[in-house]
Each structure stands twice: as C-alpha cells, then as structure tokens.
C-alpha cells in the first residue's frame, strides 16, 4: 500500500546549498501533508505542513510546495546546514478520515556536507 | 515546550511474553496514536484513541494488541503474546483538537527474543 512516496532514499548537498526532497501520493483524499525531520534512535520531529487548499508554505528555511493535478510536494531547504542530516519523512492525512492517522513515505536520508 | 515522553526507551523480551509500552502524551492534546517501525521499513500506523475509545485500528492491531489510558496521563501499548515479528520501534504521538500536526515521542525499541 504505497500512497506515500518518496522516491530518493537518499541525498547529499553541500553546506550551504538548496536540499530539494520530493514526495508523490497516489491517494486524491489526502487533504493535508506534513514534513518530519528524525534522527537516529528519536521520534520523528514535526517540521512543516501544508493544507491542500494552498500550494506553497514556508517558515523559516524550510518551504513545502504542492502540486496537486501531480500529486506531488516537494521541500525545499535553503540553506542547507550540517544538523540538517537526517530521514526527512512525508506523511498525509485524509480528509475521508476524521481521526487524522498519518501515512508516511520510506524516508530520504539527508546528508550535508561541509 | 511540551514533548511526548515514552518508556522504556528498549524493552527486550523472550517470545510469547506480555510487553506493556508507556507514552504519556502532551497534556493538552485529546487524541493519541501509536505507530511502529520495523528495521528499514516505513513508519505504519497502529491505532488511535480519543474519548477514552478505539477510534481507528489498523490491519496490524489485532487482538494480541491493546490499548489504555489508565489515568489522565498515561497511553499504554499492550502486546499479550509477543511474536518475532514484533521487534520494532514502538512510536507514541499525540495531537491537539482543530490541528493535524502529531507531536511524537523518542520511541521504544522492543526486540523479541
């Protein structure tokens, strides 16, 4: 049951530089979708969200954008900074489910380099 | 800032016994979630639990699965009978009403001998 994707298991980027993490659903009842940060041995860490009826989010370095006639989010992080390493999950919620469970994608380990 | 808090942070049991995993959820937050992670797989959903009920269960939760909120600040996980397969990392989390943002805790990381 692969609603959630996430493509790249992995990505390396220069201190300093954009990191671009991208995220596909195949679910049209997803009405919202969040980014969490996580380290090794530690829960997932809210990072950012975005309800369906905008395309875009930003707080701070981070931006989530969403196309949604693709099904597709991206996040954006600029700029990328060495605490930055870490599994960058995308989840989504549906607005069919009242109870708000999450679906999270595999993950994509973030690696910034000096 | 409020955090979900988990205990213990490894539990290591023999297979067939009972495992009782502890959250206790942000104080102002009515609905809570249990989710768990298989070595190198995606973090899947459990159950939820608002109003003192089951509210959401996943193919995963069956009947060797239970949960409660024993007082006004625990959420337990209870797994009676544990199999080998159910070594994994355990994540509690929790979410205040009108918000779909879900605050989760460190983890337990249980492993079925």
């Known amino acids: 049951d692969q609603q959630v994707k996430q493509n790249s298991p992995s990505l390396s980027v220069q201190e300093g530089r954009i990191s671009i993490l991208n995220c596909d659903y195949t679910n049209s009842m997803f009405d919202y979708f969040l980014w969490y940060k996580k380290y090794p041995a530690e829960g997932p860490t809210f990072l950012i969200s975005i309800s369906s009826i905008k395309d875009k989010n930003e707080d701070g370095r981070f931006t989530v954008f969403l196309n949604k006639s693709a099904k597709h989010l991206s996040l954006h992080i600029v700029p990328s900074q060495p605490g930055d390493s870490a599994v960058y999950f995308c989840a989504a919620s549906a607005k069919t489910d009242s109870w708000g469970k999450l679906q999270f994608g595999a993950g994509t380990q973030v690696v910034v380099t000096p | 800032e409020p955090e979900v808090t988990q205990t213990p942070s490894h539990q290591v049991t023999q297979m067939g016994q009972e495992v009782i995993l502890r959250c206790v959820p942000i104080?102002?937050?009515?609905?809570f979630y249990w989710y768990r992670q298989i070595l190198g797989q995606k973090v899947e959903f459990l159950v939820s639990?608002?109003?003192?009920?089951?509210?959401?269960k996943s193919e995963i939760f069956d009947d060797q699965f239970s949960v409660e909120r024993p007082d006004g600040s625990n959420f337990t996980l209870k797994i009676r009978s544990t199999k080998l397969e159910d070594s994994a990392m355990y994540f509690c989390?929790?979410?205040?009403?009108?918000?779909?943002?879900?605050?989760f805790g460190p983890g337990t990381r249980l492993t079925v001998t």
């Open positions: 104080s102002n937050h009515l609905y």
């Open positions: 989390a929790s979410r205040r009403t009108g918000s779909h943002e879900q605050y």
């Open positions: 639990f608002y109003n003192n009920e089951i509210s959401e």
